[in-house]
């Protein structure tokens, strides 16, 4: 399957021709692959969950929100590794790259012991403030109390493929994380369903599969980074001493972006709750929506993902021209098939919610959500590209200005008066979302048009590489 892939993206890149086109080609397919695949991977893990019943959907949907919150710590470490391991790169100092990728490991190391600690403490009060009731309440709890025990693999994952990305190694991340996946998929069915003479678990049986695939896949990025398997490697042979410098660059790129994952996931948890006061049928229609969303997110994702490490390495190189060329195409490209999945998101809405949930109601909602879900789509790609761009240059404030503005004042305060105000139900809910990522597509777009974002990496980029911080 990975030789088909690789030889059909071959064949893409002879189609688009050499030089730029190409280069963006190469960097991003495997990032679109390996989150594309996730996604899909994750839509059958909800299926399969699904399948046992529709407050099972809810339950594990009650989870979702927090988790994000927890993880939105990472984001500061994540966004600044990429920059920083981009700049080193383009600026032709693997080491360099390699020392940062070896502090993140460390640092994340910690944090997640934390973050789990956090997770399985209060897992039963979190699941209960997002609006647990009694037929989901004991599954969520539970479900969140074993997936926040493996939060600390996830978090090294996290940290690893972050720097890999920033090398420009892409398709390192796409294996480890598809293989995670697929070994996912297959706890899944032995332990959802009691299959091959494991116990039959049910939502318990997934939250453990989900735990044990993560902690497969931190072993093997641990392995290609200590093996030199790739341009970013770590040596065993130096004792290990914290770099306050290279993690004081590190956060100075990303908090900012730490901050826009914080009022993000904690606008979507205010918005799950509205929506989770409509009952269960209604949320569990909202979380397939959400579920199958994720489809569309992660390839705008993956492009964004492309344009942070192209971005990154062009500036790194102090090429400013090409770096604005790089996010243009990443951007147009981003755009196509945003249209194309919308297309088909409008076309086979009720067909996808049935592989969910047999349920009437269910299904109905569900599909209407994803005819809504369609609207969002040229918003989100050009949001979530573009603001990989930004990134990329260290301009992480703009992406933090954009979703205070549309989370807050579109997915919570709107969509709050939508629901229970003007009693719209899950379609007020929805209209709220695309009024949310219309916003924040505009205001992160008019920063890239201005120009001034190429400029942004100036205090950081002559600091470190001057000083040699990074």
């Given at each position: 399957m990975l030789r088909l892939i690789s030889s059909l993206s071959h064949s893409v890149t002879r189609f688009f021709g050499q030089g730029l086109r190409r280069e963006v080609i190469s960097i991003t397919w495997p990032a679109f692959i390996e989150l594309v695949m996730s996604t899909f991977f994750g839509m059958v893990d909800m299926i399969m969950v699904g399948r046992l019943s529709s407050a099972a959907i809810a339950a594990v949907g009650l989870t979702n929100q927090p988790f994000m919150l927890l993880l939105a710590i990472f984001a500061a470490v994540n966004v600044g590794t990429?920059?920083?391991?981009?700049?080193?790169?383009?600026?032709?100092?693997?080491?360099?790259?390699?020392?940062?990728?070896?502090?993140?490991?460390?640092?994340?190391?910690?944090?997640?012991?934390?973050?789990?600690?956090?997770?399985?403490?209060?897992?039963?009060?979190?699941?209960?403030?997002?609006?647990?009731?009694?037929?989901?309440?004991?599954?969520?709890?539970?479900?969140?109390?074993?997936?926040?025990?493996?939060?600390?693999f996830q978090a090294l994952t996290m940290g690893i493929t972050a720097a890999l990305r920033g090398a420009g190694q892409t398709k390192l991340p796409m294996y480890y994380n598809l293989g995670s996946n697929l070994l996912n998929v297959f706890g899944n069915y032995v332990l959802i369903y009691g299959k091959l003479g494991f116990p039959r678990l049910g939502v318990s049986g997934a939250a453990i599969s989900t735990t044990l695939s993560r902690v497969v896949a931190c072993i093997v990025g641990l392995y290609i980074v200590y093996s030199g398997k790739a341009i970013i490697h770590i040596g065993r042979?130096?004792?290990?001493?914290?770099?306050?410098?290279?993690?004081?660059?590190?956060?100075?790129?990303?908090?900012?972006?730490?901050?826009?994952?914080?009022?993000?996931?904690?606008?979507?948890?205010?918005?799950?709750?509205?929506?989770?006061?409509?009952?269960?049928?209604?949320?569990?229609?909202?979380?397939?929506?959400?579920?199958?969303?994720?489809?569309?997110?992660?390839?705008?994702?993956?492009?964004?993902?492309?344009?942070?490490?192209?971005?990154?390495?062009?500036?790194?190189?102090?090429?400013?021209?090409?770096?604005?060329?790089?996010?243009?195409?990443v951007h147009h490209m981003a755009l196509v098939v945003a249209i194309f999945v919308g297309i088909l998101f409008f076309l086979l809405s009720h067909p996808l919610a049935r592989l969910y949930n047999k349920e009437a109601e269910v299904v109905v909602l569900a599909g209407m959500v994803l005819k809504i879900l369609a609207l969002i789509q040229p918003g989100q790609s050009t949001q979530l590209s573009i603001a990989g761009a930004l990134r990329g240059a260290g301009d992480t404030m703009y992406p933090l200005y954009a979703s205070i503005f549309g989370i807050w004042i579109f997915r919570v305060f709107v969509a709050y008066v939508f629901v229970n105000v003007f009693n719209w139900g899950l379609v007020g809910a929805w209209v709220a979302f695309v009024l949310d990522q219309t916003t924040r597509a505009l205001i992160v777009y008019f920063r890239f048009r201005s120009g001034k974002w190429l400029d942004a990496k100036g205090k950081h980029l002559k600091e470190s590489l001057k000083k040699e911080e990074v």
């Open positions: 990429t920059t920083l391991v981009a700049w080193n790169i383009g600026a032709g100092k693997p080491n360099k790259a390699s020392e940062v990728t070896r502090q993140i490991i460390v640092l994340n190391i910690i944090l997640g012991i934390l973050v789990s600690i956090i997770g399985i403490v209060l897992a039963r009060w979190i699941v209960l403030f997002m609006g647990a009731r009694e037929d989901t309440l004991q599954d969520a709890t539970v479900y969140f109390q074993i997936v926040s025990a493996g939060l600390m042979a130096t004792r290990f001493r914290f770099d306050f410098g290279i993690i004081k660059k590190v956060m100075s790129i990303g908090i900012p972006s730490a901050l826009e994952q914080f009022v993000i996931q904690s606008g979507l948890m205010m918005f799950a709750r509205t929506v989770s006061g409509l009952g269960t049928i209604h949320f569990a229609a909202h979380q397939i929506g959400l579920n199958i969303s994720g489809l569309s997110f992660s390839s705008s994702m993956a492009f964004g993902v492309a344009s942070t490490t192209l971005v990154g390495q062009s500036l790194g190189a102090n090429d400013k021209e090409k770096a604005r060329r790089c996010a243009d195409v």
